[in-house]
């Protein structure tokens, strides 16, 4: 097989309340094909947080992964700032 590099994203943490799962929300940025105007537009992704590790507000990267679960596909790859 190929060495294929896994999609990554980068967000904030809005839930920790499950164990070992994380929600992250990612924002995204982009102009407006007709009136030009910046829209912003965010998702929520489930991510598998092994050790529970991560609070609300941390901004991590998560990567791409096999289906852990009916929702997660995703594996938090590090915390990349802490919240205060």
């Known amino acids: 097989m190929q ?3 896994k ?3 980068q967000g904030i943490v809005v839930s ?3 164990d070992k799962t994380i929600v992250v929300k990612v924002e995204r940025q982009y102009k407006h094909p007709l009136y030009k105007k ?3 537009k965010h998702k929520k992704f489930k991510a ?3 050790n529970n590790e ?3 507000g941390d901004v991590v990267l998560i990567a791409e992964s096999r289906p852990l679960s009916r929702e997660k596909r995703w594996v938090l790859q590090r915390i ?3 919240s205060k």
């Open 7 to 9: 999609v990554t994203k």
């Open 80 to 82: 990349i700032e802490r």
């Open 48 to 50: 598998h947080d092994e």
């Open 16 to 18: 920790n309340k499950m």
């Open 38 to 40: 910046i829209v912003k």
């Open 54 to 56: 991560c609070h609300e």
């Open 3 to 5: 060495n294929e590099k």
